[in-house]
């Protein structure tokens, strides 16, 4: 017999219109938006509620059942574009339209979707973002682990009640993918590789047959129209629990590449560095252009294992040097410069921060660095006050 699943907490990522006024009248709002607003990172559906608001008003094509959005509106607010009233979506993916157009048509088809990549490649970035276009909640989330065990997937049990009152639905502690089935949601599975293969294949039965069975109670919950998943996983980690063949049919995989470009690198970094910066309250600095595409050169010319222009060939560190690591350099960067700085992001801000993110084996990677200071960042046209800044944190 099907059941619905009740949820079991408030959630915050159901509420569209939370956020949206985050800077006004603090003291009529209820407490979910409230905590929504202060929240140090907030939910997708919450950062972008006005957006997401925007772009369900004005989309008039048809939604695929329980979508809060049509497949084309929900690209849009992944790419970014205007409205016909003139609203602005900021793109919060910067890659080719392609890419994002067949993860969203196979949300809308009966396959699940799994975003692989590289690490830092916005896998995460990109499933939290269509599940809150998509279902208007991205918090359906189950982060694999090593240690994720098969009731992370299912379900689990209060044991308190199960224990007084014996297997019930009172007692039965639904999974963030069950509640999904149940609502017609999108549930989001983050690295799945890491979960053990005899955990992962829980999901053959839920992505084929839609059902997720309760033996215990003689019952099953059923997929309801607009459940869907989205999984990732990470390149790197392929081999440590490869998906069986069973389950990688029920997927649709979508590769999402490194930046195509140092200028479409420098468009993410700057772009996410001034999200974060707004968010942590560090002053905008539209000054460190210059210094974001110094970090991002240096990045994509150790990672591509030659300069850019061609002409010298440079060891790899055994660091990924991904845009993530970039941006997270550069936020530091800006952090120094505005409490120990004079605000402007400066070389000396951001010469440690590379240092540590090219130096990850002390030994092998110092090498590797120090040749490329010597060989290419001393000869560089206007690197002097870099070449020395990092020479003064690598002594
Ligand atoms: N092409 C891109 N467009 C927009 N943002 C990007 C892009 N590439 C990377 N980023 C940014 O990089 C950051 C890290 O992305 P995310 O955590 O989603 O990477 P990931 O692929 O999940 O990495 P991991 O494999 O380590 O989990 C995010 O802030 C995201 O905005
Ligand atoms: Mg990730």
Same mark, same amino acid.
């Given at each position: 017999?099907?059941?619905?699943?009740?949820?079991?907490?408030?959630?915050?990522?159901?509420?569209?219109?939370?956020?949206?006024?985050?800077?006004?009248?603090?003291?009529?709002?209820?407490?979910?938006?409230?905590?929504?607003?202060?929240?140090?990172?907030?939910?997708?559906?919450?950062?972008?509620?006005?957006?997401?608001?925007?772009?369900?008003?004005?989309?008039?094509?048809?939604?695929?059942?329980?979508?809060?959005?049509?497949?084309?509106?929900?690209?849009?607010?992944?790419?970014?574009?205007?409205?016909?009233?003139?609203?602005?979506?900021?793109?919060?993916?910067?890659?080719?339209?392609?890419?994002?157009?067949?993860?969203?048509?196979?949300?809308?088809?009966?396959?699940?979707?799994?975003?692989?990549?590289?690490?830092?490649?916005?896998?995460?970035?990109?499933?939290?973002?269509?599940?809150?276009?998509?279902?208007?909640?991205?918090?359906?989330?189950?982060?694999?682990?090593?240690?994720?065990?098969?009731?992370?997937?299912?379900?689990?049990?209060?044991?308190?009640?199960?224990?007084?009152?014996?297997?019930?639905?009172?007692?039965?502690?639904?999974?963030? *993918?069950?509640?999904?089935?149940?609502?017609?949601?999108?549930?989001?599975?983050?690295?799945?590789?890491?979960?053990?293969?005899?955990?992962?294949?829980?999901?053959?039965?839920?992505?084929?047959?839609?059902?997720?069975?309760?033996?215990?109670?003689?019952?099953?919950?059923?997929?309801?129209?607009?459940?869907?998943?989205?999984?990732?996983?990470?390149?790197?980690?392929?081999?440590?629990?490869?998906?069986?063949?069973?389950?990688?049919?029920?997927?649709?995989?979508?590769?999402?590449?490194?930046?195509?470009?140092?200028?479409?690198?420098?468009?993410?970094?700057?772009?996410?560095?001034?999200?974060?910066?707004?968010?942590?309250?560090?002053?905008?600095?539209?000054?460190?252009?210059?210094?974001?595409?110094?970090?991002?050169?240096?990045?994509?010319?150790?990672?591509?294992?030659?300069?850019?222009?061609?002409?010298?060939?440079?060891?790899?560190?055994?660091?990924?040097?991904?845009?993530?690591?970039?941006?997270? *350099?550069?936020?530091?960067?800006?952090?120094?410069?505005?409490?120990?700085?004079?605000? *402007?992001?400066?070389?000396?801000?951001?010469?440690?921060?590379?240092?540590?993110?090219?130096?990850?084996?002390?030994?092998?990677?110092?090498?590797?660095?120090?040749?490329?200071?010597?060989?290419?960042?001393?000869?560089?046209?206007?690197?002097?006050?870099?070449?020395?800044?990092?020479?003064?944190?690598?002594?």
């Amino acid at each position: 017999m099907p059941v619905s699943v009740e949820p079991t907490t408030v959630e915050q990522g159901h509420d569209q219109s939370a956020g949206a006024n985050a800077h006004t009248d603090a003291g009529a709002r209820p407490p979910v938006e409230q905590a929504a607003a202060t929240a140090l990172r907030p939910h997708a559906e919450n950062a972008f509620a006005a957006e997401l608001t925007a772009l369900a008003a004005q989309d008039d094509r048809p939604r695929p059942a329980r979508w809060k959005l049509s497949p084309w509106a929900v690209a849009t607010y992944l790419l970014g574009g205007t409205l016909p009233d003139g609203t602005v979506i900021t793109p919060k993916y910067v890659g080719p339209r392609r890419i994002v157009e067949v993860a969203v048509t196979t949300l809308a088809t009966d396959r699940a979707l799994l975003l692989l990549g590289v690490p830092g490649t916005a896998k995460t970035w990109v499933s939290e973002h269509l599940a809150a276009a998509v279902s208007g909640d991205s918090t359906l989330l189950v982060q694999g682990t090593a240690g994720t065990p098969e009731e992370a997937i299912r379900y689990g049990w209060n044991y308190a009640r199960l224990l007084a009152h014996g297997p019930s639905r009172d007692a039965l502690v639904p999974s963030p *993918v069950m509640r999904a089935m149940a609502e017609g949601m999108t549930a989001r599975v983050e690295e799945l590789t890491r979960i053990p293969a005899d955990v992962q294949d829980t999901l053959i039965t839920i992505l084929s047959e839609k059902t997720l069975p309760i033996p215990e109670l003689g019952e099953e919950v059923q997929a309801v129209r607009g459940f869907n998943l989205i999984a990732t996983a990470n390149d790197r980690d392929r081999g440590v629990n490869d998906l069986s063949s069973a389950l990688r049919r029920r997927f649709n995989t979508v590769v999402l590449p490194l930046p195509e470009s140092a200028d479409a690198e420098v468009d993410i970094v700057s772009r996410r560095v001034d999200q974060i910066g707004r968010s942590l309250d560090l002053p905008a600095v539209p000054d460190g252009i210059a210094e974001i595409r110094r970090v991002v050169t240096v990045f994509r010319e150790l990672r591509d294992g030659v300069t850019a222009d061609g002409r010298t060939k440079l060891k790899s560190p055994s660091g990924t040097l991904s845009t993530a690591e970039a941006i997270s *350099v550069v936020t530091n960067g800006l952090a120094l410069a505005a409490h120990f700085g004079d605000g *402007v992001l400066r070389p000396g801000d951001v010469a440690a921060g590379i240092l540590g993110a090219v130096v990850r084996d002390p030994a092998a990677d110092r090498v590797i660095w120090q040749e490329y200071l010597e060989a290419v960042v001393r000869e560089r046209d206007g690197w002097k006050d870099f070449y020395r800044a990092c020479r003064e944190v690598s002594a």
